[in-house]
């Protein structure tokens, strides 16, 4: 990519090479009119709005791409006569509704309609019938429906459900009188809008699909409609309030719009979740989660005069990542002053992970980020159900392969067809658990430089290579002639005779030969298909940009040292660049900010975790502190970004900013502490109230900001461990969320209806004697319990899932720390 | 500047003219002789009968309020009213949110929700007459002329909120059938010859 200067409307302006004119205009703040274009997703052409002149040529802005010097004009006479015309079109037969329309006013027909000063109606066709449909957690009102297709865009391109498509109108043909008379482009573009409506890829009735939303975020007017918000507010009544996503470890940025709960009640409620749609894409968790608020109505005196007593008798404080970084700090200075241990396993898994890999990769920190994931072009990813961990990896995963031509590898025991259903460019590997170490080994041997490799990982991973001779059948077209009779009209007589004819065909032939070829076992130890080399060799065909992602599994896995070390030496001596999931929301700053030790004393404070005295943002515990969404603070993301949030809805109880202060730590709020985040450990000092929170046009990402990533001399030491043979038997369970489901937080809002049982795939429950719904005993050598257990289409292949968002189940009770296990699954 | 001088010249007419106006006494003398004039010319009687002489006519021109009561223009402002589609009887609120936008003092409310039928329906609407300033800009923005103010100017009540019960501001069914609900003639409401106006969107039927 070299950058380049083109003239748009008599500006230079700079961009890329290759990049579509429409964006390199929207990044300079230059208008041209579009409404099917998606920033980050394929051009669909239906709108043909964003007609415009490129060096005197009319062309598409949205898929014509940037020349050195080029010349574009936005606006001519025939672009403007054509632009009014497309306009006439969308609103033949759009019902005046706009009164009851929850798009209410958001609307960019509506927008489009008055930028073009459409004042009357020249085109007219008979109306098909369309009835509305309830798609389950969408509405979808065919009647509003203009099909510019972004639903079905974001859908495949970002997300990778491929749940939407357009289906036939079943319209009368558009009359000719009106082909004959109008602009080119507004009759091509009618032609297709009259065809076509929005309809679901699998099925009639329901949508099946992760439930992002992103479909009802995108639609320009009124047509998709998230359920829960159909005719419950207009848009401009409701206060945005610009927050992150309190969720997962994404941190997308989003807002909580808020109004008044009802006419006698004027406390605020959250009424839906927006995002920047062109920039971020949300997952089901972070747009219909968002009432999990803790509503309190008054300060508990006695309850927090019990608490000040605990934290004086307790010596232990176990929390969750479920909380800001000024929360975390305010918890490390208490341990500073006071010597309480602070207990977090899964934030002191990846704390030990981060610090084995930085050992030998001399960084604090993995080097890269969802946004280059983004521009990849070729992904692997290890340790992780990437759909449920981090769906915003899950996209970038997704987005990556098909916007940039790119292939990916997906290694993970659980098979998904989520994943499988991106493309054939994506290959799955559900390797045994405990083979993780394989996998980098593997990855190492195909992607590593060797000459730069140390000579003992070089020589560990020639062990596995052999030489063997198979004998391999091959197919080659074989020229056969023969002599064939053939009936034909004699030109003649005109009678009908038999005529010998020659006739050359290539014919298909097998033949067997010898071929002495390289075998490596590491492919048969990881369980890679048989094709693996050769789709791999095609996959990697003009590929530049490496991407690697790798998940918590490896953070809890049993040889998790080594592991950190492999993916270290992976990221330093091949073109991969590295990023981690974090576990949590803010794991990654957890694990910055605290010392956090193993176990727990005699007396225990837990925070959003049972304790001797607990703490809760859940209202489930004997003191009541904020929710995320009730405080001000800042989240530490995967992309190693400190993002604000801010308080949508209010809270009137005390929170562990007052319990500090009543200990003895006088800070006046909160967020004094985003000044005193731990610099040493990449923290920047910067006021709360100075971080930035949103997107610029070009997508530059402008919020909160990035942590330094300290440089620490390498261990010379760069000795990793061979595999080991472990292997776990029986059936296995695994512990996984389902989609749009993370934590007891998730649990508690009311749109997301996940039940919480033991989660076996359609094709296990058909091989074993179980059915959705029995009743069964999970037993493991940590414990058992019994549950009910639900058929999830999402999952494929004989390992069973159980969620960790229901803290009644426990399920993290039958582990011990690595996120498989061997159980016996036995019906009560 | 010679111009300033037909403005200094207050003169608008020559009909016009200086009342003669005696000069006010400036000494005590002076104020004493007209207290003893005004005292002893008996214009107290005059005032009296003329009272006296109205009384024995019988010609009274006060309207006997609240007995009586005048008529109100068709455009006065006073306590809000509902209406309902003349064809229907249903309520032409379609809960839209504009007046609620617009209302400057910030005294309208409304709940809405899907109903069984798919539509939006109003659940619940409040207009708060403690704060309301009888402006008329949510009649004047109303896109179904259903909220519009009526003549109904008395409020006097134990409850403000009286007046406003969404039930008691729409317009009665049986008012309705009898032809007697009023259309507002108010801002919002249809201008004269709309109807050729407007230029017709065309049909393919």
Redesign the interface.
Known sequence: MSNITINIDGREIQTEEGEFILNAARANDIFIPAICYLTRCSPTLACRLCLVEADGKQVYACNAKAKDGMNVTTSTETIETERRAIMEVYDVNHPLECGVCDQSGECELQNYTLEMGVDSQSYAIKDVDRKDKDWGHIHYNPGLCIVCERCVTVCKDMIGDNALKTVSRNADTIDNEFKEGMPKDAYAMWNKLNKSLIGLTSGEEMLDCTSCGECAAVCPVGALVDTHFIYKSNAWELHQVPATCGHCSAGCQITYDVKHTSIENSDDKIYRVMNEWNYVSLCGAGRYGYDYDNKVEAKDEAAFANAIEAFKKADTIAFTSTITNEEAMILQSLKEKFGYKLVNEEAKAFQTFLKNYSEISGTSLYGSDLTQTHAADFIVSLGTALKSDNPNARYAFNNAISMNKGAGLYFHPLKDPIIDGIGKNVMSIAHAPLAEEAVLYLLLDLFADKSKLPASVVEYIASFHSEKTVTVEETIKEKVTEIVKVKKVNEETGEEEEVEEEKTSMVPKKISKDVQVDENRLLEIVDAPKNFTESLEKFLAKKESFSLIVGPDLYTHPNAKNLARLVALLEKYSAFKLVMIPSLTNTLGVALICDLDDARGTYTVGYNTKGDFTLSALGNGDLDMPALNQQEGTLTSIDKRVNPTNAAVGYKGYELNDIANALGISTKLTVDYTLKLPTYKGFKAELFDNLPNRYENDGTEVRGYLLDIIANEPSADESVEAITDDKLDGSIIYLANPVRQFSEFTNKSANLTEKSGLYMSESYLKTSNFNEGDTVRVKTQNGEFTTKIISDNKIEGEIATLPTFDSNLNSQALFSGYRFSTATIQGV | MSNIEQFKNRNVSEEYFLVDIEDYPTDGWGKFKRVVKRTFQGELFVGLWVVLREMIKFDIHTVQYPKEKMPIGPRYRAVHEMKRLWESGTERC?????C??ICISDCI??????DEN????VS?Y?INLGRCIFCGYCAEVC??LAITHGGRYENASEQRAHFVMYEDMLTPIDMLKAGQQQEFEGFGAITPHEDERV?K?????
Not at chain 2, 201 to 205: E, F, G, I, Q, R
């Open positions: 379609i809960g839209c949110g504009l609620e936008k409310r409304m709940e809405t929700k899907i798919s539509r939006k329906e619940e409040s896109p179904e230029k969107t065309p049909l393919a039927y």
